[in-house]
């Protein structure tokens, strides 16, 4: 993997533009080598977030490049938190039901993987709503450091 | 090397077979360039195509969505796609989820090669009979 002599602060935002996913990905990357995720682990970090993000895009910015996706990475006790909010209308994620996979190249589907891979990758998702007090909605990723 | 975001898509020909290299980042941004890639070949008549991972650096879903899109008509019409080459990291995207389950994926580009040959000599041997 290519390791990144850049600097990030802890926080990036992205125009809803698939274009961005690449400075997305970086941004990832970097943070979760800093605080110590192996290559593999990392990678599954970076696949994770560019799914959520491509699902945004996609679906909730609908390619509107004047919304914006913003992204916030922490880190508590072994935990690394990536916080990924925008302000297009609420779209949530994680309501979608697991896919069966044996039914879904039996019949050739296509589409709806991004969420199965963010649950087989990270160890938890939440999703807030944007309300009165918080205009933007918040997707929480979260993955234990072992 | 690619830069940075970019995909690339060269194709070769070798008998009934149509070989597709691809390079650089397959997500959902560059994955219509590839789409189209694919379709033209296929409308160009060709039904057994083998892509060759070994300059792919990256892959998300919307990659493995466009193998998902052309595999049934393929296969309807006695054809098929075969993906070689793969990266251990390329690799784990597609396990992860359980695409082995529904495509060839060889080590070595000669090996799908192989398989396309021995299918297409049980054809000929087959109309002969």
Same mark, same amino acid.
């Given at each position: ?28 990357? &970097?943070?979760?080598? /800093? ?11 970076? !696949?994770?977030?560019?799914? #959520? ?7 909730? *910015? ?36 697991? *896919?069966?996979?044996?039914? /879904? ?14 649950? %087989? ?5 939440? /999703?807030?709503?944007?309300? $009165? ?10 993955? %234990?450091?072992? | 090397?690619?830069? %940075?975001? $970019? ?11 149509? &070989? ?8 959902? %941004? ?10 033209? @070949? ?8 083998? #892509? ?31 993906? @070689?080459?793969?990266?251990?990291? #390329? ?5 992860? !989820? ?16 192989? $398989?396309?040959?021995? $299918? *297409? ?9």
């Amino acid at each position: 993997m290519k390791t990144s002599t850049k600097k990030y602060n802890k926080s990036l935002c992205a125009e809803g533009n698939s274009k961005e996913l690449e400075k997305i990905r970086d941004f990832i990357q &970097f943070w979760s080598l /800093y605080f110590g995720f192996n290559e593999v682990d990392t990678n599954k970090i970076i !696949l994770a977030v560019d799914e #959520v993000c491509t699902n945004l895009i996609n679906h909730a *910015i609908k390619l509107d490049k004047s919304k914006e996706i913003c992204i916030e990475v922490e880190h508590k006790k072994n935990d690394f938190i990536i916080s990924i909010s925008d302000d297009a209308s609420p779209f949530d994620l994680t309501t979608k039901n697991n *896919i069966d996979m044996s039914e /879904y190249f039996a019949n050739f589907r296509r589409g709806g993987l991004g969420i199965q891979i963010v649950r %087989h990758v990270m160890d938890e998702i939440s /999703y807030s709503p944007s309300d $009165k007090s918080n205009p933007r909605n918040i997707l929480q990723l979260r993955k %234990h450091l072992v | 090397m690619l830069e %940075h975001s $970019k995909f690339e898509v060269n194709f070769r020909y070798e008998n009934e077979l149509v &070989f597709l290299d691809i390079a650089g980042f397959l997500d959902a %941004h560059t994955a219509p360039d590839f789409e189209n890639a694919l379709k033209n @070949a296929i409308l160009d008549g060709n039904k057994r195509i083998i #892509v060759n991972f070994k300059r792919l650096d990256y892959i998300s879903s919307a990659g493995l969505g466009v193998f998902m899109a052309f595999i049934e008509d393929l296969r309807k019409d006695n054809g098929d796609i075969k993906l @070689a080459e793969m990266s251990d990291k #390329v690799f784990s995207v597609f396990d992860l !989820l359980g695409f082995p389950m529904l495509f060839d994926i060889d080590s070595d580009e000669r090996i799908s090669r192989e $398989k396309f040959m021995m $299918k *297409i000599l049980n054809e000929n041997v087959n109309k002969k009979i």
